[in-house]
């Protein structure tokens, strides 16, 4: 009996009105392709930008797949990855009967794309010391609040155990605090220089766009010692990470946040913590709690 092919990979993407940004996309999408050339890979936009995510799954029919994994290449869970991908796919599949696919989750704010990001920050900083550096990390911005929260996720994440004075949150669209007010809480709080780091995959529109609202608020206030960061781009690890979720999505390993996990992830300054049983904890400040039971009761044990 013939082993069956594993699933093909459809990576989804947002979709830029700028070209380069969009191109960076389907070169990623290419060498995804080159590093595992076990699996047909492709992909495609939601919206803005060919291919349409509908032409990528037709091309994958063609190369005679009949099963995939679709991993959309975003950094938190809005509304695209939420409604319109699975709403797309789902249109897919009544157009090609018989195709049946798993859906994998969003990227970030994963310990491998955190590291990046800190890259980017020495990159424009060189041998500052972190404790003078605030940085605003900016986010895409959504109506979607969950959406918005990752982002100050992620900027908590970033700041745990790395050394910077700060590390603020601003976004370029559709939430507050937009970009120039993130500059000013920076500021208010006493930053003695600030980094604007893109919580972006690739170049486009709107990265494009918080370098000039950078550089607009920096001129104004000539006083400040502002840099830009450069966005994520396609590094070793992002290529990694998506080969990761296309694993998760496949086998069914639907997680919780556990690539943030203190307990098995290795983060800056807790790295002793990695793989340490966990016991029942004391909470003194539960309304719940036995006074003079040690654990009060409870059984907060984490399973990993």
């Given at each position: 009996?013939?082993?069956?092919?594993?699933?093909?990979?459809?990576?989804?993407?947002?979709?830029?009105?700028?070209?380069?940004?969009?191109?960076?996309?389907?070169?990623?999408?290419?060498?995804?392709?080159?590093?595992?050339?076990?699996?047909?890979?492709?992909?495609?936009?939601?919206?803005?930008?060919?291919?349409?995510?509908?032409?990528?799954?037709?091309?994958?029919?063609?190369?005679?797949?009949?099963?995939?994994?679709?991993?959309?290449?975003?950094?938190?869970?809005?509304?695209?990855?939420?409604?319109?991908?699975?709403?797309?796919?789902?249109?897919?599949?009544e157009r090609h009967p018989g195709v049946s696919y798993t859906y994998g989750r969003p990227l970030g704010p994963h310990p491998a794309l955190l590291n990046v990001l800190e890259r980017r920050l020495d990159e424009v900083l060189g041998g500052t010391d972190r404790s003078d550096v605030t940085v605003l990390l900016v986010g895409r911005g959504s109506t979607d609040p969950d959406a918005n929260a990752?982002?100050?996720?992620?900027?908590?994440?970033?700041?745990?155990?790395?050394?910077?004075?700060?590390?603020?949150?601003?976004?370029?669209?559709?939430?507050?605090?937009?970009?120039?007010?993130?500059?000013?809480?920076?500021?208010?709080?006493?930053?003695?220089?600030?980094?604007?780091?893109?919580?972006?995959?690739?170049?486009?529109?709107?990265?494009?766009?918080?370098?000039?609202?950078?550089?607009?608020?920096?001129?104004?206030?000539?006083?400040?010692?502002?840099?830009?960061?450069?966005?994520?781009?396609?590094?070793?690890?992002?290529?990694?990470?998506?080969?990761?979720?296309?694993?998760?999505?496949?086998?069914?390993?639907?997680?919780?946040?556990?690539?943030?996990?203190?307990?098995?992830?290795?983060?800056?300054?807790?790295?002793?913590?990695?793989?340490?049983?966990?016991?029942?904890?004391?909470?003194?400040?539960?309304?719940?709690?036995?006074?003079?039971?040690?654990?009060?009761?409870?059984?907060?044990?984490?399973?990993?």
């Amino acid at each position: 009996m013939t082993t069956p092919p594993p699933p093909a990979l459809l990576v989804a993407g947002h979709g830029t009105r700028d070209e380069a940004g969009a191109e960076a996309f389907r070169a990623f999408v290419r060498e995804l392709g080159r590093r595992h050339p076990e699996l047909p890979v492709a992909g495609g936009f939601i919206e803005l930008s060919p291919p349409p995510l509908g032409e990528a799954v037709t091309e994958l029919v063609e190369r005679g797949v009949r099963r995939f994994a679709a991993v959309p290449l975003m950094l938190v869970s809005a509304g695209h990855a939420k409604g319109d991908i699975p709403a797309a796919l789902a249109r897919e599949q009544e157009r090609h009967p018989g195709v049946s696919y798993t859906y994998g989750r969003p990227l970030g704010p994963h310990p491998a794309l955190l590291n990046v990001l800190e890259r980017r920050l020495d990159e424009v900083l060189g041998g500052t010391d972190r404790s003078d550096v605030t940085v605003l990390l900016v986010g895409r911005g959504s109506t979607d609040p969950d959406a918005n929260a990752e982002v100050y996720k992620a900027a908590r994440l970033l700041w745990e155990g790395r050394g910077y004075a700060g590390v603020e949150t601003a976004f370029v669209s559709l939430a507050a605090p937009d970009v120039p007010a993130g500059l000013d809480r920076c500021a208010r709080l006493g930053a003695r220089r600030i980094v604007v780091l893109p919580y972006f995959l690739f170049t486009g529109i709107l990265p494009d766009r918080v370098r000039e609202q950078t550089g607009a608020w920096a001129a104004a206030h000539p006083e400040a010692d502002v840099r830009s960061a450069d966005v994520i781009g396609p590094e070793p690890e992002l290529l990694d990470l998506v080969m990761e979720r296309y694993a998760e999505a496949v086998e069914g390993d639907l997680r919780m946040n556990c690539d943030s996990c203190v307990y098995r992830i290795a983060l800056p300054g807790f790295e002793d913590k990695v793989g340490l049983p966990q016991q029942p904890h004391f909470h003194p400040d539960d309304d719940g709690h036995h006074h003079g039971h040690p654990h009060g009761g409870h059984s907060h044990s984490h399973a990993h």
